[in-house]
């Protein structure tokens, strides 16, 4: 399994780069928002990828971040959503846009998404709704940002590497979500209270969110 790529952009289209590896090219597939946040032509960039493999075909998925390659995997398990509508759902929400749809039960984010009916996107989140909570908390240890300019000669085509702490919004959801769980808060109740806290207050770091979160939480009347 390719697991990550590291190389030279030799050519951006609409939907994909060609990645040059040490002289071989790569088809790497991508979602607007990723492709937006690669470097430009000729310039040394790294990406995730995930290898979807069909009797007749070969396709290679990029993203920016493990999370996101977790999250388009998860989004494959939903009946009707191929690799092409899970990469619409990220480019038009990203990770955090995904994650919060999903806990607070709304389809109309995932609808927004090109091509994805309403009837797929009910899908999405009631399918995916007792399993977000799991790809949530990886926020806490995801690694930064792969789609960097600055990469090492030697990281050509590698397996995932172990996961390594990473400051970020994410994490501060992931570490608040594993604090109302250590509170008796089920999967489900702690991913939309926390994902409701942080819809609106963005900004705010992991003792913020839960404070939020536990008013969220709190008996009404």
Same mark, same amino acid.
């Given at each position: 399994?390719?697991g990550?790529?590291?190389? !030279?952009?030799e050519?951006?289209?609409?939907?994909?780069?060609?990645?040059?590896?040490?002289?071989?090219?790569?088809?790497?597939?991508?979602?607007? !928002?990723?492709l937006?946040?690669?470097?430009?032509?000729?310039?040394?960039?790294?990406?995730?990828? &995930?290898?979807?493999?069909?009797?007749?075909?070969?396709?290679?998925?990029?993203?920016?971040?493990?999370?996101?390659?977790?999250?388009? !995997?998860?989004?494959?398990?939903?009946?009707?959503?191929?690799?092409? =509508?899970?990469?619409?759902?990220?480019?038009?929400?990203?990770? &955090?846009?995904?994650?919060?749809?999903?806990?607070?039960?709304?389809?109309?984010?995932?609808?927004?998404?090109?091509?994805?009916?309403?009837?797929?996107?009910?899908?999405?989140?009631?399918?995916?709704?007792?399993?977000?909570?799991?790809?949530? =908390?990886?926020?806490?240890?995801?690694?930064?940002?792969?789609?960097?300019?600055?990469?090492?000669? &030697?990281?050509?085509?590698?397996?995932?590497?172990?996961?390594?702490?990473?400051?970020?919004?994410?994490?501060?959801?992931?570490?608040?979500? %594993?604090?109302? %769980?250590?509170?008796?808060?089920?999967?489900?109740?702690? =991913?939309?209270?926390?994902?409701? =806290?942080?819809?609106?207050?963005?900004?705010? &770091?992991?003792?913020?969110?839960?404070?939020?979160?536990?008013?969220?939480?709190?008996?009404?009347?």
């Amino acid at each position: 399994m390719i697991g990550r790529l590291s190389g !030279r952009i030799e050519y951006r289209a609409t939907d994909h780069v060609l990645l040059d590896v040490r002289g071989v090219g790569y088809v790497v597939y991508c979602s607007e !928002r990723t492709l937006a946040a690669l470097p430009g032509t000729g310039e040394q960039t790294t990406l995730y990828t &995930d290898l979807m493999v069909r009797e007749d075909l070969l396709q290679l998925f990029g993203f920016p971040t493990l999370i996101e390659k977790e999250w388009h !995997r998860l989004l494959l398990t939903v009946q009707g959503v191929g690799a092409k =509508a899970a990469l619409a759902i990220m480019g038009t929400l990203g990770p &955090d846009g995904v994650s919060r749809a999903i806990a607070l039960g709304d389809w109309n984010a995932i609808k927004a998404a090109k091509g994805i009916g309403p009837k797929t996107a009910q899908r999405v989140v009631n399918e995916l709704k007792d399993k977000a909570p799991a790809v949530m =908390a990886m926020g806490a240890t995801t690694p930064a940002t792969a789609a960097s300019p600055e990469v090492a000669t &030697d990281d050509v085509i590698e397996p995932v590497a172990p996961p390594a702490p990473a400051p970020s919004s994410n994490a501060s959801q992931a570490e608040a979500l %594993s604090a109302l %769980s250590n509170l008796g808060y089920g999967p489900g109740e702690a =991913a939309s209270a926390v994902a409701q =806290a942080a819809g609106e207050l963005p900004e705010a &770091d992991t003792a913020a969110l839960i404070r939020a979160a536990l008013k969220l939480l709190a008996p009404k009347g």
